[in-house]
């Protein structure tokens, strides 16, 4: 039996490279990793794998590329990671974030229908069981008071730059499922944290500050609320919604840890007091900084739907999770 061709988009990203190595140990898929390698991707994030995978260097808002790459490798399955998601970045340049995550998102969308499909509904031979699955972010719904959580239903609030240009990005991938019969499928996940976070990221930015004996920002009173979820565990999610969810369904996938940002900082500095002990705890150099504008106050996922009709769980809670992440980037301090 041939293998089954996949196309990862940002796949040298955090979340990608983690689920390159998920899918090369739970598949024999022939993986392809295509990414610009901007600040987010780095090469290093496969060099465990890169004698497995095919990586193409490119960017999904070149659509004459994408077409091509296509044509040339007829992918059966597209898991699409590639996304501006930084939100201070979308605050200060949204123009990125429009094209890569609403322009770039259309192009893979259009190139799979292309290659899969004649007309709305009808699939070309050898193409029936293909899949296209979109990642997306729980910040599409907006912001939550100190009660409820997020469900498929929730109605889209996006809150900035960044939400809005990943909601438009849900809404077309729905679309092609209800106008053309598109085999799509949609994940939304909370907070992601592990191994090859971009150092620009709250947890990695805890830890950076703290060995360098730099003030540790925390926003505004450090009460914002997050669930996290371990990365490892999203992979698992996105393989299972892959191989077994609905067609035009989302999946809501969460950690259920809750924590704000204060506890993150406190859990972490505790871990480093622990493993590089210094004269002083880590936790004096906490600091309040400004609040980010438009800064929502709180993020919690109900993954019940995955739980229930897929078989999903969460391996880790946040304080075994974020044990193996410090112990991570105290081994790879180069990534910081």
Known sequence: MDKVKVLITGGAGFIGANYVEYTLKNSNDEIFVLDKL??????????????????????????????????????????????????????????????????????????????WMT?????????EEARFLHISTDEVYGTLGKTGLFKETTPYAPNSPYSASKASSDFIVRSYFHTYGMPVVTTNCSNNYGPYQHKEKLIPTIIRKAISGEPIPIYG?????????????????IFLALEKGKLGETYN????????????????????????????????????VKDRPGHDFRYAIDASKIENELGWKANENFETGIRKTVTWYLENRDRL
């Open 38 to 115: 901007t600040y987010a991707g780095n090469l290093k994030n496969l060099s465990a794998v890169e004698d497995k995978i095919t990586f193409i260097n490119g960017d999904i808002c070149d659509a004459e590329l994408v077409q091509n790459l296509f044509e040339k490798h007829q992918f059966k399955k597209v898991v699409h990671f590639a996304a501006e998601s930084h939100v201070d970045n979308s605050i200060s340049g949204p123009s990125e974030f429009i094209q890569t995550n609403i322009v770039g998102t259309f192009n893979l969308l259009q190139s799979a229908y292309k290659t």
């Open 253 to 288: 996938i969460g950690g259920r840890n809750e924590r704000v940002n204060l506890y993150i900082a406190d859990v972490i500095c505790s871990l480093m007091d622990e493993m590089v002990p210094q004269e002083k705890s880590y936790k004096e150099q906490i600091t309040f």
């Open 221 to 237: 009173d450090g009460q914002n609320v997050r669930d996290w979820l371990y990365v490892t565990d999203h992979c698992s999610g």
């Open 119 to 127: 007309a709305p509904n009808e699939f070309i031979d050898g193409f």
